[in-house]
């Protein structure tokens, strides 16, 4: 059974209309836990066992960053910055729970693994190469606020069955906005991993939702 969402607890931050209100690389703190709070949650629930610990460890990262904003000193985006600092506090709550797992790197074989997109594109030498031989389904194209919603339900299902690594990175990169230097330097990727592992990422979530809208 899927784990029910667990109520979102307030961030001990300071309201926008704060006067003496806090800026971290020039931005208020308050517009930082508005765009990227869900993003970090969501990130860092791929670290540890339950919602309510993911929700625990953003906490944490929130309240290091209110003691310490200066400490932000500009030598990576803001975004990059925080998403380490989460990756640090949801190391700490696993530990914490002693529930210690291998850290999942991507592997050599990994590397070798199974094009998700295998038989759906043209092969190199075909006049068409790069190109769909097997076009995604037409029903992803929303025609309505009712068909828009499903498809957001259904990527959200479909994000929770991809393996961690691979929900980690389109977090960053789809969800976050995260460059791919940023992603590839929040998850200790070289930048060729990067790109192999995203690639990989949307096409199995891209087969994930088509398998959800043939049923």
Known sequence: MPEPQSVVTPVAVPPEHTECECLVGGVPLATLVRDFHRPMVNFARTMVDSATVAEEAVQEAWVQVLKSPDSFEGRSSVSTWLFGIVKNTASR????????????????????????????????GHPDAGHWSAPPSRRFLPEDQSVESELVEY??????????RQRQ????????GTSAEEAAEILELS??????????????????????YRR
Do not use: C, F, W
Request: proline share 4%.
């Open 155 to 164: 990527v959200r299902a479909a994000l929770e069955n991809l393996p961690k």
């Open 93 to 124: 709550h696993r530990r914490r729970e002693s529930r210690i797992r291998d850290h999942e790197v991507l592997a050599a074989s990994d590397a070798e693994a199974t094009d998700p997109l295998s038989g759906r594109m043209h092969p190199a």
């Open 191 to 212: 930048a060729e991993a990067q790109r192999a592992l995203l690639y990989r990422a949307r096409g199995n979530l891209r087969n994930e939702l088509e398998k959800r």
């Open 169 to 176: 990175l389109v977090i960053l990169r789809d969800i976050a």
